[in-house]
């Protein structure tokens, strides 16, 4: 292990998030002309149990940033192992994000199909977070697959298959 500094660099930052493991998710909604929008995002937690509240983060320079702020209602997808290939698409600026027919929609917002959990949410707040919104939803649908998520640990997905204890 190397030395610790106190000095934190943004190369540094991001080695040390990029350290801790998340859950992978993409992020939906339609605009008011039915236009889909989405984003891969790994910062989301469970921010309450009365209301259910999750917490999600979008960087403020994506191109869906303007529809996130405008509408009031998202699904929330947690991705499996097969779902990779489709957390680098959303994850990129100029993909074509939606043009796969991967999705349909369900209440309105695309939804992706056979993902482990799929939440439902409409929003609660909506704050500031340096280059980032912290999007607040309440959770108001739950459906759960029962297949195992996808993690990304060191810039790699990671199978939970045959870890469960």
Not at 22 to 48: E, K, M, N
Not at 110 to 123: K, Q, Y
């Amino acid at each position: 292990m190397t030395a610790m500094t106190l000095e934190t660099t943004v190369e540094s930052f991001k080695d040390a998030m990029a350290a801790l493991p998340s859950g992978v998710t993409i992020v939906t909604t339609c605009d008011d002309a039915w236009r889909p929008w989405g984003f891969t995002a790994s910062a989301i937690t469970s921010l309450s149990m009365d209301p259910p509240l999750v917490l999600i983060c979008l960087a403020k320079s994506a191109r869906c940033h303007p529809a996130f702020m405008a509408l009031d209602r998202w699904n929330i997808h947690i991705l499996g192992e097969e779902h990779t290939e489709l957390a680098y698409r959303f994850a990129s600026r100029d993909a074509d994000k939606f043009g796969t027919g991967e999705f349909n929609f369900h209440s309105g917002l695309p939804t992706l199909p056979d993902v482990p959990v799929r939440m439902e949410c409409r929003a609660y707040a909506k704050h500031d977070g340096g280059d980032h919104t912290i999007l607040i939803g309440e959770v108001v649908n739950v459906e759960l697959s029962g297949a195992s998520p996808v993690v990304y640990q060191n810039r790699k997905f990671h199978s939970l298959e045959g870890d469960r204890t």
